[in-house]
Nanobody
Framework: QVQVAESGGGLGQPGGSLRLSCTASGRLFSIYDMGWYRQAPGKQRELVAAISSGGRTTYADSVKGRFTISRDNAKNTAYLQMNSLKSEDTAVYYC??????????WGQGTQVTVSS
């Protein structure tokens, strides 16, 4: 089972960009499905974007056209490129790795704050 850790959060301006990284330790990263979730204060955790081991991507309607998920299996890393940031993107963002047995591994989260 892999372990994952997020990086790249911080303060972004409305209309600006941030890129999150999720680096995995362990073997067989390439066969895990990877996802980015977020949780805003007082709200449930929600799926933002996901990428399968085969490269198929899924996005929440709220981020379509603004966010891009990708992965570099050689670097054991998944990315979330966030463009055209909005204040409602403010949340703690979590990386998720899902195995072929549907076992989930979560990172500790990284705070993203969008404010001028």
């Amino acid at each position: 089972q892999v372990q994952v850790a997020e990086s790249g959060g911080g303060l972004g301006q409305p209309g600006g960009s941030l890129r999150l990284s999720c680096t995995a330790s362990g073997r067989l990263f390439s066969i895990y499905d990877m996802g980015w979730y977020r949780q805003a204060p007082g709200k449930q955790r929600e799926l933002v974007a996901a990428i399968s081991s085969g490269g198929r991507t899924t996005y929440a309607d709220s981020v379509k056209g603004r966010f891009t998920i990708s992965r570099d299996n050689a670097k054991n890393t998944a990315y979330l490129q966030m463009n055209s940031l909005k204040s409602e993107d403010t949340a703690v963002y979590y990386c998720n790795a899902r195995s072929w047995e549907n076992m989930d591994t979560w990172g500790q989260g990284t705070q993203v704050t969008v404010s001028s």
